[in-house]
């Protein structure tokens, strides 16, 4: 039979592993729309819709392999908002043996209006800001999250 003290231990580990937060990789395409809207987007669900349950993964940093960002991926749940159909993001996380809790692609979540017209727009982060297309992604990607969140009871 196992000690209190061993039967403790393994709930502290438990508790320390168990998810308190929803990573979100959002496509880092600089040069197009696609990838603007998705970080503005991703950037209101951690500071307006879920703060201090949600947590940007910087991809870049993420694929050159740094620790803190590949280890995060490997213990938390992570939804991916890719920019367009190449799904860069989606495919990386998968490239290292994780699937995405939800993975979004813009080309499909929005109609093909929406998506022509998002493609069309301005490249830089800050015109998108007050974008009604920015709160119905950012809103979309806060129910996926809160959905997990939930799931994990952690809200």
Request: net charge positive.
């Amino acid at each position: 039979m196992k000690s209190l003290t061993d039967q403790m231990e393994k709930k502290v580990k438990i508790k320390m592993f168990k998810p308190k937060f929803i990573g979100l990789l959002s496509c880092s395409g600089e040069d197009f729309p696609g990838g603007s809207i998705s970080r503005v987007a991703t950037r209101k669900v951690l500071t307006e819709f879920l703060p201090g349950m949600t947590t940007a993964i910087c991809v870049p940093l993420f694929l050159n392999g740094n620790e803190q960002e590949t280890k995060f991926v490997k213990n938390f749940p992570c939804i991916t908002i890719d920019g367009c159909e190449k799904a860069c993001v989606k495919k990386s996380l998968e490239a290292m043996g994780k699937k995405p809790v939800e993975s979004i692609n813009l080309s499909e979540f929005f109609s093909k209006d929406e998506y022509k017209q998002i493609m069309s727009g301005p490249i830089h982060d800050l015109d998108w800001n007050d974008n009604p297309l920015t709160l119905k992604l950012a809103e979309h990607i806060a129910i996926l999250s809160a959905k997990h969140l939930k799931e994990m009871n952690m809200i």
